[in-house]
């Protein structure tokens, strides 16, 4: 059973960066796709960001392309999403999953089969 555990969110001002970070474990993570995404309260989880288990393919939505970046490390088990210049609406729960089928860069929430628990960002304007 994989484990995904989120750390990094936190209060910034906007124009401001975080760094989140998922740490897995239980499973092989060097197999998975990884996925980050996002919910704010009173609307649906939205995708942000994928990686293949390579870490060669990436894609991300357009509301996050270029200011977010993820990126994974397979030898420390974990997928970071780097996000700079930060606006109010990126305010949400942001949430690691991981896709079993590693050579798939999904969008769906729905193909995804283990999430951790999310870490909160919140955008001061």
Known sequence: QVQLVESGGGLVQAGGS?????VASGGTFDYDA??????????????????????LRRY???????????SRNNA???VYLQMNDLKPEDTAIYYCAADQFPGRLAVQSSLYHYWGQGTQVTVSS
Do not use: Y
């Not at 975080?18 to 998922?22: A, D, E, G």
């Not at 991300?60 to 993820?70: A, E, L, P, Q, Y």
């Open 60 to 70: 991300s939505s357009d509301s996050v392309k270029g200011r977010f970046t993820i």
């Open 18 to 22: 975080l760094r989140l970070s998922c």
């Open 34 to 55: 990884m996925g980050w995404f996002r919910q704010a309260p009173g609307k649906e989880r939205e995708f942000v960001a994928t990686i293949n288990r390579g870490g």
């Open 76 to 78: 420390k088990n974990t």
